[in-house]
Nanobody
Framework: QVQLVESGGGLVQPGGSLRLSCAASGTIFRINTMGWYRQAPGKQRELVAT???????KYEDSVKGRFTVSRGDAKNTVYLQMNSLKPEDTAVYYC???????????WGQGTPVTVSS
């Protein structure tokens, strides 16, 4: 059974940076998409950034140019480099692994990010 473990969240001042990490334990299928979603208080969960096993990326419009999603060499890790953080980036960030063929979705437990002075 695959589990996702996130790390790297915390409190940062506006304009600062954070790097989130997510490691998948267990055997994962080769064709997959990993990425990050976030949920702010009182709002629905939304896509932040994803990267396929082939390296194609997708970003939510408000984070383009500020956030970068990448995968580790072992392909079972995904990172989110967040620069120029804004208060509106405050949310719980969730790691996600999706198998596009079966539609299976696996979620991490979430890591909170707070952007505040």
């Amino acid at each position: 059974q695959v589990q996702l473990v996130e790390s790297g969240g915390g409190l940062v001042q506006p304009g600062g940076s954070l790097r989130l990490s997510c490691a998948a334990s267990g055997t994962i299928f080769r064709i997959n998409t990993m990425g990050w979603y976030r949920q702010a208080p009182g709002k629905q969960r939304e896509l932040v950034a994803t990267i396929t096993s082939a390296g194609s990326t997708k970003y939510e419009d408000s984070v383009k140019g500020r956030f970068t999603v990448s995968r580790g060499d072992a392909k079972n890790t995904v990172y989110l480099q967040m620069n120029s953080l804004k208060p509106e980036d405050t949310a719980v960030y969730y790691c996600n692994l999706t198998y596009p063929i079966s539609g299976t979705n696996i979620w991490g437990q979430g890591t909170p990010v707070t952007v505040s002075s």
